[in-house]
């Protein structure tokens, strides 16, 4: 399939850890921020989203934490598995209206049984 | 129900060469956008299309255009090709009157420039 991974930082955990993804932020007026996975040969792939109003969002097995002040998001995997083995980039929403979409760098994770 | 679909898959270009790129939107959604994704990189906008007219623009140059159909699906267009617009090139559809979150992408088009 198609890497999308070539040069990104990478966390490595073992199946069953709990991973912490990072991001940095580029815009303070951003008003809405999404997590997306994006697995070799696809397309970004939802996780999460978070509203800038809120500092944490949970979802099944996954948890969004926004620090506005320091302008850095991050994505928490409980009980990390072998399938959630892709790359993760943060987006930021400037005008929420219109959907469009800043992409962060991208954090491969690579998990292992 | 079908996702978003791109075609081709891969393509291969020569410099100065014109490219076209087809996109078909998630059903009932109106909307589309054009991604391009170099490799290692996270993906960058180039514009968005609603009622056949391009809506917004990233910061790309006019060698980029667009069309939309009445049907909603998509073309990104590439003329005068440089080795640099190698890249996995997404569309993404959405409702006009969603959510951001119910942007959803396609595969994307892999496209090589020698």
């Known amino acids: 399939g198609e890497s999308v991974g070539l040069h990104l930082p990478t966390l490595s955990v073992q199946e069953g850890d709990n991973s912490i993804i990072n991001c940095a932020y580029s815009?303070?007026?951003?008003?809405?921020f999404i997590w997306y996975k994006q697995e070799s040969g696809k397309g970004p792939q939802f996780i999460i989203d978070?509203?800038?109003?809120?500092d944490k969002r949970q979802g099944q097995r996954v948890t969004v934490l926004l620090n506005k002040t320091v302008k850095h998001l991050s994505l928490q995997i409980a009980a990390t598995q072998p399938g959630d083995s892709a790359v993760y980039f943060c987006?930021?929403?400037?005008?929420?209206?219109?959907?469009?979409?800043?992409f962060g760098k991208g954090t491969m994770l690579l998990v292992s049984p | 129900d079908a996702g978003v679909t791109q075609s081709p898959t891969h393509l291969i270009k020569t410099r100065g060469q014109q490219v076209t790129l087809r996109c078909s939107p998630k059903?009932?959604?109106?909307?589309v956008s054009w991604y391009q994704q170099a490799l290692g990189q996270g993906p960058q906008f180039i514009f968005q299309?609603?009622?056949?007219?391009?809506?917004q623009r990233g910061n790309f140059p006019d060698r980029f255009s667009g069309h939309q159909f009445p049907n909603y699906s998509s073309e990104l267009n590439v003329n005068a090709l440089l080795l640099g617009d190698s890249a996995l090139y997404l569309c993404?559809?959405?409702?006009?009157?969603?959510?951001?979150?119910?942007?959803?992408f396609g595969p994307g088009t892999r496209l090589t420039v020698t």
């Open positions: 993404a559809s959405t409702p006009w009157a969603g959510g951001p979150n119910e942007q959803y």
């Open positions: 815009n303070s007026a951003s008003d809405y």
């Open positions: 978070i509203r800038s109003n809120m």
């Open positions: 987006a930021e929403i400037w005008n929420s209206g219109y959907s469009t979409l800043t």
């Open positions: 059903s009932g959604h109106d909307t």
């Open positions: 299309y609603y009622e056949e007219e391009e809506r």
